[in-house]
């Protein structure tokens, strides 16, 4: 009899769990309350990138003059912008749906809990209920904006990241909160369609997790471009009135603005599942996984946002692909574990900044010998035929072996870019390994060999 598996959750991790275990033979069921793809298409990363490309398509005219054309004055349409936001979700949720049922898995909208070791009861959403038997069970809900109790989220003036594509209107001057991935790249968005903005900074570095230099790449064009920074500040209290919003900090700073944007983190969507009845293990609310993403019930599985590891859209499929190898027993040797330390990431900001691996100051700071080896942009002969040559590429190396450890790319596309020396990272390659390549001329990716050499 085939292996019955049941996931609670459509997002990137729930999704690819059920692609790659009904590929192996699993009769799956996924349960999802909302739309298939997840938070990632409703919310996160679809709507957001969306977002930024309208943004960057704006800006790109701008430029006009730079690329020897009279200047153009493109106009933001905020209704045409929601409907290609919705048009991409509506063609990504449909392209996860046609792809899971063409493989046979059985899809329930409803809203899943465990109330046995191996039963989950559905609610359905147009009522009444269901109870399902699983052999191994996914739970892979993902996670939901964090609200302090001080910010009087309305969806108006005082907003959650789930408010902005786009926002009932447009902010006149908006202020963030939060310098994380997510804080700057609502600055960029904002900052491109045109709003005043601030950003409150808590510590003193804006990407306070990233590479120093890289985060400073980042601040240098932030100021270029007008962006208010109140940095070492720690938003206390948000005031709402009529036209407008001020934001205390607790050093005594205060921010007005027209909207207010909450960017400070997420919280797992763990409560109401039942998690504690059957005895899987949480902390702060994520289910506690060992390498293979296994709870400390060793049939239930949590993977994606719900795990507590890299909160990112990628990361969560990877899980939910190596979830289901493990569970239909194959791949269980220990090289077949995702290392989350090898993970490629982009910010998807101007200048678009993307990394993998051991970063120069993380190196530094372990007291670890690497060699270190940068090429800047403007010696790039495609980054001057585009106009741009902001950025760099570096590379971190092994001085004994030539592995290549890691790298950074600042500068346009750089999140694609990246995958070349994601790729060298993960396959051990060697630096000469990067550097013998031949490669398209001219092309931003030859930066990458030269920082190499
Ligand atoms: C603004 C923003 C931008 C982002 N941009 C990127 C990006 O560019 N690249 C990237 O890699 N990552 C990005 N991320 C992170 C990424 O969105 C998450 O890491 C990813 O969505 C996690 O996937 P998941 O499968 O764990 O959960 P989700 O995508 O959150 O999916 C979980 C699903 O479970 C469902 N669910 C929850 N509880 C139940 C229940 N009890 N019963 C049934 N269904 C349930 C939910 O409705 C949801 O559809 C971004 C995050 C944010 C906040």
Known sequence: MAKRIVIIGGGPAGNQAATTAARLGAEVTVVERDVMGGAAHLWDCIPSKAMIATGGALAEMGRATGMGMRS????????????????IQDRLS??????????????????????????VEVTHVGGGSDLLSAD??????????????????????????????????????LIVIGSGVTGVEFVHMFRSFGSTVTLIVSRQQVLPQKDPEVAAALEANFLERGVGLFKGARAESIEVGDDGVVVACSDGRRAVGSHVVLAIGSIPNSDGLGLEDVGVAVDHGYVVVDHNCR??????????DLSGRLPLSSVA???????????????????????????ASAIFT???????????????SEGRKVR??????????????????????????????????????????????????????????????????????????????????
């Open 136 to 173: 191994v069970i996914v739970l892979a809900t993902g996670s939901r904006p964090r609200i302090p109790d001080w910010a009087p989220v309305d969806g108006k003036r005082v907003l959650t990241t789930r408010d902005a594509y786009p926002p009932p209107e447009q902010p006149e001057h």
């Open 317 to 343: 499929s990877m899980q939910g692909r190596k979830i289901a190898e493990h569970a239909m027993g194959l791949h269980t040797a220990p090289h077949r574990h995702l290392d989350y330390d090898k993970a």
């Open 372 to 453: 270190v080896t940068k090429v800047p942009f403007s010696a790039s002969a495609k980054a001057l035929i585009n106009d741009d040559a902001r950025g760099f590429v570096k590379i971190v190396s092994d001085p004994a072996t030539g592995v290549v450890l890691g790298g950074s790319i600042v500068g346009k596309n750089a999140a694609e870019l990246i995958s070349v020396i994601a790729l060298a990272v993960n396959a051990g390659l060697l630096v000469t390994d990067l550097e013998e390549t031949v490669l398209v001329h001219p092309a931003l990716a030859e930066a990458i060999a030269e920082a190499a050499e």
């Open 72 to 87: 153009v004055s493109p106009e933001l349409d905020r209704a045409a912008l929601a409907a290609r936001i919705a048009g």
């Open 94 to 119: 449909s392209s996860v749906t046609g792809l899971l049922e063409s493989q046979g898995v059985t899809l329930i909208s409803g809203t899943a809990k465990l109330v046995g070791p191996h039963e």
């Open 350 to 364: 101007e200048p678009e900044i993307a990394d993998v691996g051991l970063a120069e100051a993380d190196a530094f």
């Open 295 to 304: 709870s400390s019930v060793p049939h239930i599985y949590a993977a994606g």
